[in-house]
């Protein structure tokens, strides 16, 4: 019993103690342009902490209909706010900016396997977010 104990507490905590805290920057300008995430490319592992760092204000994080894994459930940050998303779901992680998103401020989080790659490339994007995208989708593994 005590010997199960400990398997399923090292099972538990030893997820929790290799987790990685990625950091994305909400940026004005960065080194692909104005109005990025950076970087907009983001490979994690279930367990990881994908947090968004305001650099600049008036930016946020929400996800993109049509682009999340199975039974994940949408999100919004506030404007201007740090925001960290938990990713335990495999699958891509289609990410914009409300407000500059037809500029193009769009981000892919690809977590262990892109279970739902076809789904997220079938989701129409607007502006500049199309042509942001192809080369995000070229990052996929």
Do not use: W
């Not at 290799?18 to 490319?41: C, D, R, S, W």
């Amino acid at each position: 019993m005590i010997r199960s104990l400990a398997c399923a507490a090292s099972l538990l905590f030893g997820t929790a103690l290799t987790a990685e805290t990625i950091e994305v920057k909400m940026l004005n300008k960065g080194a692909e342009g104005t109005m990025v995430f950076e970087p907009a490319y983001v490979a994690a592992q279930p367990g990881d902490i994908i947090h968004f760092i305001s650099t600049d204000k008036g930016h946020n994080a929400e996800s993109i209909d049509g682009m999340l894994p199975d039974g994940v459930e949408a999100f919004k940050s506030k404007l201007g706010a740090d925001f960290e998303l938990t990713v335990e779901a495999e699958g891509l992680y289609g990410i914009k900016c409300t407000p500059h998103y037809a500029l193009g401020m769009v981000a892919l989080i690809q977590v262990g396997e892109a279970v739902n790659l076809e789904a997220a490339k079938g989701v129409k994007q607007r502006g500049k977010a199309a042509k942001r995208f192809d080369p995000l989708f070229e990052s996929v593994q």
